[in-house]
């Protein structure tokens, strides 16, 4: 069965440094992996994915993701966190048609 | 274009009862699928449908079920509702699903909050 992991369930990062947010998958056959964000009584917002192809992926707001097959990993990443950036963050895999999540990590900027 | 939108945004139903709730997908979306939050499961899949068709099902109870309608507009109904159904609705629409080599992603609506009582 697909399945991805969030080892962290919280990440402190101070405004202006680099963040990571970790995600590990386990998949049989090629992985299409996600990234969603969702602030305080929203839903989830598209990110970034993974199909195929280069393993940094860009996507919105200035994040980006890199893909590592011999780590099974989808570490989501941005160069210079902002404070708005302060969220829950969720790692997804497509199982079939539907998308397996993980448990999330809940992102805290620090002015 | 528009987003998703769902409606109610938030609702209060007493255990026994049923309810309906309602998912417009992005203009052009043929998929829409369903899941549920809650702090202690996560965001788990309910079911997804594609011109019509249900899909796809998650693992819930017969009291959970769908429809989509000719203009891709969803609804998902839960019937003698319990306590623990009290959770966020998420509808997501794409355009074609994600199946297939080249998956579309989902867009989510902002949820209904249900609250059983």
């Known amino acids: 069965a697909q399945s991805v992991a969030q080892p962290e369930d919280q990440v402190k990062v101070a405004e202006g440094n680099p963040l990571t947010v970790k995600c590990t998958y386990s998949v049989s056959g090629n992985p299409y992996l996600f990234w969603y964000v969702q602030y305080p009584n929203r839903g989830l917002q598209f990110l970034l994915k993974?199909?195929?192809?280069?393993?940094l992926v860009k996507g919105s707001y200035g994040f980006e993701a890199e893909f590592n097959k011999s780590q099974t990993s989808f570490h989501l990443k941005k160069p210079s966190a902002l404070v708005s950036d302060s969220a829950l963050y969720f790692c997804a895999v497509r199982d079939g048609n539907k998308l397996i999540f993980g448990t999330g990590t809940l992102l805290a900027v620090q002015p | 274009k528009a987003g998703v939108t769902q409606t109610p945004r938030y609702l209060i139903k007493t255990r026994g009862q049923q309810v309906t709730l309602s998912c417009s997908p992005i203009s052009g979306h043929r998929s829409v699928s369903w899941y549920q939050q809650t702090p202690g499961q996560g965001l788990q899949f309910l079911f997804e449908y594609f011109s019509e068709t249900q899909r796809n099902k998650g693992n819930f109870p017969g009291r959970f079920s769908g429809r989509q309608f000719s203009n891709s507009r969803s609804e998902m109904n839960v019937s003698t509702l319990e306590l623990g159904d009290s959770a966020l609705y998420l509808c997501?629409?794409?355009?074609?699903?994600?199946?297939?080599?080249?998956?579309?992603?989902?867009?989510f609506g902002p949820g209904t909050r249900l609250t059983v009582t």
């Open positions: 997501a629409s794409s355009l074609g699903g994600l199946s297939g080599s080249f998956p579309n992603e989902q867009y």
């Open positions: 993974y199909i195929t192809g280069d393993n």
